[in-house]
C-alpha cells in the first residue's frame, strides 16, 4: 500500500518538476528577447507578444533584473503608464535592492508631471545608487534647481558621487548653468572641469558660464557676429576692433583669437597676426584642420622669415589643409 502512495507521490513530483523545468526553458528563451532589447536600447517587440512572455515564475532574470519590471518597461514606452507602474512595483518587490525599479518609477511620474513621485523616486534611486550617471540626471531635473536654486542639495548630490566621470561633470556643470548659480564651490569645480577635460566643448563652454557669466557670454557672441559682416565686408580694421571687444568679454575663446589673426592678416598686420596664431595654436579646442599652420606659414614668409614660414605649411600640407601645396611652391624654393 505505502509502496503505491509512494510511486503515485514520485509520478506527481516528476510531473510538476517535468512543468516546472519547461516554464524556467520556455523563460530562458523569451529573456534572451528581453535582454538584447535592453542592452541596445530598441524596446520594439510588440506589447501584444511581451503580454504572453511568462513573468511570473520565475519572476526574476538571470541579470537579476525582474521580469515584471522588463514587462514594465514596455507598457512605458508604450504609454501604458499605469500598468507600468504596477509591473515595476511589483518587480520592486521582487528584487528591492535593484534601483533601476525605482529610476523607471521616476521616469515614469516624470513624464506624467506628478512632480512629487517624480522627486520622491528620483531621490531614491539616487542616493542609494548614486554613481549611475542616470540617477544624478533625474535627480538633478527633480529638483526644479531653475526655480528653487539649491545650491546646497547641487553640491550635495554632486559630493555624493565617488566616481565623478564625464557624464557626472557635464550633469553637474549644466544643472548650475541652466539655473544660472554662482557660488564660490561652483566657481572652483568649473576650473577643476576644465583641466580634467581640456578638449572637450560641452564641459569649456559649461564650465566658462560659470566663471564668465552667460550675460558676458552672450554678449561677446553679439561683437563677433558684427566682427564677421566687417569681415565679409573687407573692413578689417573694424572687424578687428570688434573681435577685440568679444575677446575683452570671453578671453578664452579660441575662435575669436583665430577670427582676430585672420584679420590681422587680411589688413597685412602680419606680425600681429604670428602672435594671436602662436596663442591658440597648442589649445586643446582647436580644429586641428592645419588652418592655423597655413595661416602662420603665410604670415612669417610674407615677413620675409622664409624658413619658418615654410616649417608651417608643411605641416599644414600633412593635416591636409586645402591648397596648401600651392602655397608651399609659392614661397618655398
Not at 523607471?104 to 548614486?130: G, M, N, Q
Not at 559630493?159 to 561633470?169: A, C, G, L, R, S
Amino acid at each position: 500500500m505505502w509502496k503505491n502512495s509512494f510511486f503515485s507521490l514520485l509520478f506527481i513530483v516528476s510531473i510538476a518538476s517535468v512543468f516546472s523545468t519547461e516554464r524556467v526553458f520556455r523563460s530562458m528563451t523569451q529573456q534572451q528577447v528581453l535582454l538584447y532589447e535592453f542592452n541596445t536600447n530598441n524596446l520594439k517587440t510588440p506589447l501584444s507578444v511581451i503580454n504572453i512572455f511568462n513573468y511570473k515564475y520565475p519572476n526574476l532574470s538571470t541579470t537579476a533584473i525582474p521580469l515584471p519590471t522588463f514587462i514594465g518597461m514596455y507598457h512605458y514606452v508604450n504609454e501604458k503608464y499605469e500598468r507600468a507602474i504596477d509591473l515595476v512595483r511589483e518587480g520592486s518587490k521582487v528584487n528591492p535592492y535593484l534601483k533601476l525599479n525605482e529610476s523607471y518609477l521616476a521616469r515614469i511620474y516624470d513624464v506624467l508631471r506628478v512632480k512629487d513621485s517624480f522627486y520622491f523616486y528620483a531621490k531614491k534611486a539616487f542616493y542609494e545608487s548614486p554613481n549611475h550617471p542616470l540617477h544624478l540626471s533625474q535627480y538633478l531635473r527633480s529638483l526644479d534647481l531653475e526655480k528653487t536654486k539649491d545650491s546646497v542639495e547641487l553640491e550635495k548630490a554632486f559630493n555624493t558621487i565617488t566616481k565623478k566621470d564625464f557624464p557626472t561633470w557635464q550633469n553637474y556643470l549644466a544643472a548650475a548653468v541652466n539655473a544660472k548659480l554662482k557660488y564660490n564651490a561652483l566657481e572652483e569645480n568649473a576650473k577643476k572641469a576644465r583641466e580634467l577635460f581640456p578638449s572637450n566643448e560641452l564641459i569649456n563652454i559649461a564650465a566658462n558660464n560659470i566663471l564668465i557669466g552667460t550675460e558676458k557670454i552672450g554678449s561677446s557672441f553679439a561683437f563677433s557676429k558684427i566682427a564677421d559682416s566687417l569681415f565679409n565686408m573687407k573692413n578689417y580694421q573694424g572687424s578687428i576692433q570688434n573681435y577685440k571687444n568679444a575677446l575683452e568679454l570671453y578671453p578664452t575663446n579660441y575662435k575669436f583669437k583665430e577670427n582676430l589673426a585672420i584679420s590681422y592678416y587680411s589688413a597685412k598686420q602680419y606680425n600681429n597676426a604670428i602672435e594671436i596664431l602662436l596663442q591658440i595654436i597648442d589649445d586643446p579646442l582647436k580644429t586641428d584642420n592645419g588652418k592655423i599652420e597655413m595661416i602662420l606659414g603665410l604670415s612669417y614668409a610674407e615677413t620675409d622669415q622664409i624658413s619658418v614660414g615654410c616649417d608651417y605649411l608643411t605641416k599644414a600640407i600633412l593635416k591636409g589643409y586645402p591648397g596648401a601645396e600651392n602655397v608651399k611652391l609659392k614661397y618655398c624654393y
